[in-house]
């Protein structure tokens, strides 16, 4: 186990339009963790493609690739000790409408009704999904 750990942090087109970056990064260096990299980028469809090969052929993969290419995404990475489980209990659960009040989901979030949820952020979900997604986003930083 490497530590401290590196974790893949997006905020979400949602996020990015409605002007929360600045908040999300507040309470990920709040935490106390370090950001290694932050950049706003326009993702692909090839990037998306690998970046979320895990859904592909949910009912859900669709519409969320159109919502991940509706606008821009800050795309950071973090580091910190346990930031990967760390970052996951800072965005609260996936569904916004009952994630807990006090995470970034659970107080900036809501349904609004549309076809796929838009939760604000996406987390690594542990080191071997980090290693991949940090390859994917930002190449120059994997060993
Ligand atoms: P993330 O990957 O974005 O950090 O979120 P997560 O682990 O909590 O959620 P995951 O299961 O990996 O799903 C990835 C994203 O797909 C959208 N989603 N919509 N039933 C649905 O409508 C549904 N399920 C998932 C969300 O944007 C979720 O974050
Ligand atoms: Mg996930």
């Not at 990037?47 to 795309?75: D, Q």
């Amino acid at each position: 186990m490497t530590d401290p750990q590196r974790s893949l942090v997006l905020v979400k087109p949602d996020g990015v339009r409605r002007g929360l970056s600045g908040e999300i990064l507040r309470r990920i260096e709040g935490k106390g963790y370090t950001l290694a990299a932050v950049e706003l980028r326009s993702a692909t469809p090839e990037i998306l493609a690998a970046h979320y090969a895990e859904h592909e052929g949910k009912p859900f993969y669709g519409p969320l690739v159109e919502f991940m290419l509706s606008g821009p995404v800050l795309a950071v990475v973090i580091e910190g000790e346990r930031c990967i489980e760390g970052f996951r209990s800072l965005a609260g659960a996936t569904d916004p409408t009952v994630a807990a009040p006090g995470t970034i989901r659970g107080d900036l979030g809501r349904d609004w009704g549309l076809a796929v949820q838009q939760n604000l952020v996406h987390g690594s979900d542990s080191e071997e999904s980090a290693a991949r997604e940090i390859g994917i986003w930002f190449p120059e930083l994997s060993a």
